[in-house]
Structure formats: structure tokens, C-alpha cells
């Protein structure tokens, strides 16, 4: 009889019907697929938990392990993230890893620069959304790769989208034109809105929406949008 596998995770919550398909066995796909939904939740450390009990079911998920690598990267609602260097040394030898699959290798090829070693944190994301760009291009049918490219551009810039309520608020003032707003936060606004017609319920697209807008001289258009 083959020993059963310990699993290190959360529980298995009921989080919709949200996943996304890899081949792999059923109980990796519930573990990947309840990690995937805590991941664009910003729930990072439950997320972890449950890749690595995908991967220790599944241990040539790439798309697993790059994941769990993102969980403790620097991201929009935490610039510092939780730890880069474990992040780092999660992807140390996944190219190691095989699978037959081009887009799995496309997506490390892209985690690997956003933990490219001896690089700042702003080339290391900049290099790494330069090359989603790269792969949303390619494969732009995929939602996770959508949505990956979109918060890869939010990364670059958290919490500083917009220009502040106090620079439209001298604008107003002087009467001036309002200050302008960077050429990303015009791509991010328009890639939110493309995806978020195309799956309208997808997990990650909702909270991005929300962060995008929240900072913005008008927060309110959020309740028209529902």
C-alpha cells in the first residue's frame, strides 16, 4: 500500500468554483486551485500553505511552486513582502524541474527576474513585468496570465498610482489642469477593464480593481461597477 502524503496546509475552504487547469491530480487541483484563490486575496500565508501541499502531491507543478515563491515577494498590499530571499531560494532550481509545458516555462522564466539576485527592487520588477508583458502577449486567452501582467505593472508603483488628493487639491485651487496621471495607470485601467469583461468573476481582477481605483481622485466610481 503506498503511504499517504501529509499535508501541511489550511483546510480546504469552499471558495467558489474558481480554477484553473494543469493536468494534475484531483486532490493537487483542489489544493492549487484554493491556493490560487487565497494568493489573489492577498491571503499569502495560507496560500503558501496550500501550494506546498499541491507540490508535495504534484512536485512538478511549476505554476505551484512560482506562487508559492510570489507569496512572499514584495506585492501592492505589502512592498516589502513577507520574505524575498525564501521567496528567492524557492526557484533556485526549478528549472531543474521537467515538464513538457511552454507556457509553465515562460511564467519561470519571468518569476526567476523578480527575484533576480544582487538587483534592487525596482529593477527586479521592472525586469519581471517587462517580460509578463512578454507572456500575456503570447498566451492572451489565459486569465492567470492577465492578471499576473496587470499586478506585475501595479507592483512597480504601490500605492502610488494616482497623483495625491493634496496635488489635485492645489490644482484645484489655482485653477489649473489637473496633474497628470503616469501612462501605467492608464495601461493598468484599461487591461482591468478588458479582463474584468472578459471574467467578470475572476478572484484577482475584483481586488486589483478595488486597489486601483481606491487612491484615485474619484473612489466612488467602485459602487457603479459593483
Known sequence: ????????????????VHTCHLGISPEAQRCFDSGLVQ???????????????CLSLSPSCIPALILQAFCFAPNYNNPTGL??????????????IKHNKPLWKALLDA?????????????????????????ADAYPHDAEVATLYVESIMNKRPWALWPSKEEFSKCREARLAPPSVHPETLLIGELLDEGVKRWPKHPGLLPLTIHYWELSPTPGILQYRG
Request: proline share 3%; aromatic share 8%.
Open 1 to 16: 500500500m503506498a503511504a499517504t502524503r501529509e499535508l501541511k496546509g489550511c483546510p480546504l475552504l469552499d471558495l467558489g
Open 83 to 96: 520574505d524575498i530571499d525564501h521567496g528567492a531560494a524557492l526557484l533556485k532550481d526549478a528549472h531543474h
Open 111 to 135: 518569476a526567476c527576474l523578480r527575484f533576480k539576485p544582487l538587483a534592487e527592487l525596482e529593477e527586479r520588477n521592472a525586469l519581471y513585468c517587462e517580460a509578463m508583458a512578454k507572456v
Open 39 to 53: 494568493f489573489w486575496g492577498f491571503n499569502h500565508e495560507d496560500a503558501a500553505a496550500h501550494f506546498e501541499d
